[in-house]
């Protein structure tokens, strides 16, 4: 049973700071990496795609990819209270299908 | 807005009833698969469809059934609902091809079972 690990939070940051979301991942063989950001009540929304070791950066997003270890993680810098929502990391079944593996999330909460 | 629609947006059953949850994916996506996510839960994939065929399934038993038509929309049918059904399903569609995980996610419909 392929997993997807995130601490549920809340992970609360003041305005204008960096918020550091992480994630593990259980099958070595992944290839594929996503964050989605789910506002409440709403539907998960693509903000990253992550496919090889190391930094991929998208304005004030960077997700970070660690194969060996297992870990993914997403920064998101000078944040927003717009930025406050849940993140979603998914994994990439692989395979035949465009299947993820979602982990269960982690609240952000910014504070202005 | 993905272009993806979802309908209905919320809906009330009974255990024991079916429910018929419908989505049009965005234009020129070929491949839709829908997802349960229930509260406080990341979404689950129940199965996806390609070209009218369904062609992967998540864990779900056979009473989680669908359809895709020519023109790449679907439905989710659910018979006999249990409470645990109660969560909000996500439809998703994606670019033609397979292998990705950008999916475009419609704002579901969230059903409540009693």
């Known amino acids: 049973q392929k997993e997807v690990e995130q601490n549920s939070g809340p992970l609360s940051v003041p305005e204008g700071a960096i918020a550091s979301l992480n994630c593990t991942y259980s099958?070595?063989?992944?290839?594929?990496f996503f964050w989605y950001r789910q506002y409440s009540g709403k539907s998960p929304e693509l903000i990253m795609s992550?496919?090889?070791?190391g930094d991929q950066e998208d304005g004030r997003f960077t997700a970070q990819l660690n194969k060996a270890s297992q870990y993914v993680s997403l920064l998101i810098r000078d944040s927003q209270p717009s930025d406050s929502a849940t993140y979603l990391c998914a994994v990439a079944d692989g395979g035949a299908t465009n299947k993820l593996i979602f982990g269960t999330g982690t609240l952000l909460a910014v504070q202005p | 807005e993905t272009g993806v629609t979802q309908s209905p947006t919320h809906l009330i059953k009974t255990r024991g009833q079916q429910v018929t949850l419908r989505c049009s994916s965005q234009?020129?996506?070929?491949?839709v698969s829908w997802y349960q996510q229930a509260l406080g839960q990341g979404p689950q994939f129940i199965f996806q469809y390609y070209r009218e065929e369904e062609n992967g399934r998540g864990n779900f038993p056979p009473r989680f059934s669908g359809l895709q038509f020519p023109n790449y929309s679907s439905e989710l049918n659910v018979n006999a609902l249990e409470l645990d059904d109660s969560a909000l399903y996500l439809c998703?569609?994606?670019?033609?091809?397979?292998?990705?995980?950008?999916?475009?996610f419609g704002e579901g419909s969230r059903l409540t079972v009693l």
């Open positions: 234009s020129g996506h070929n491949t």
């Open positions: 998703a569609s994606s670019f033609p091809g397979l292998n990705t995980g950008e999916l475009f």
């Open positions: 992550i496919y090889s070791n």
């Open positions: 099958d070595r063989g992944s290839q594929s």
